[in-house]
């Protein structure tokens, strides 16, 4: 299982490029998700660090209600919801956010949203100068 200073790595390695990223799309992109109840848990330690040390932020995001941004403590209480909202779907092999609905219309149901900092694009580039992109694959 892959430890949380790996974790934070390849969260601010994924983030680089695109600068933000729903939480529920960025796990496949930093694992390759077993199942193991562990990997949600993993990322949510990880996404914890990174808020407190200021390398990202939270927000909702939504089409009726758009990114929402949240504070350090908001964006720490929607983090620990991540574990207990999360379910492993053993079909497509992937994670799903059990407050996401069936169909359409989608994205209306706001979910949180990684959001690189300025200090954490910083890290994210030095990582990637350093290891390379998605080393991990």
Not at 42 to 71: D, F
Not at 101 to 115: D, L
Request: charge should be negative; include cysteine; charged fraction near 30%.
């Amino acid at each position: 299982m892959i430890d949380i200073d790996e974790m934070k790595k390849r969260i601010l390695g994924t983030l680089e490029e695109a600068g933000n990223e729903r939480v529920i799309s960025l796990l496949p992109d930093v694992i390759d998700p077993a199942g193991d109840p562990q990997e949600p848990e993993i990322l949510a330690k990880s996404l914890r660090e990174l808020l407190s040390e200021g390398s990202i932020s939270i927000r909702m995001t939504s089409i009726p209600h758009g990114r929402q941004p949240l504070s350090t403590a908001d964006g720490l209480a929607e983090i620990d919801k991540l574990s207990s909202n999360y379910i492993f779907n053993p079909h497509e092999r992937c994670w799903e956010d059990s407050r996401s609905e069936e169909g359409p219309p989608y994205f209306q149901i706001p979910e949180p949203e990684v959001v690189l900092t300025d200090a954490g694009t910083e890290k994210s580039v030095a990582l990637l100068e350093k290891l390379g992109y998605e080393w991990w694959r």
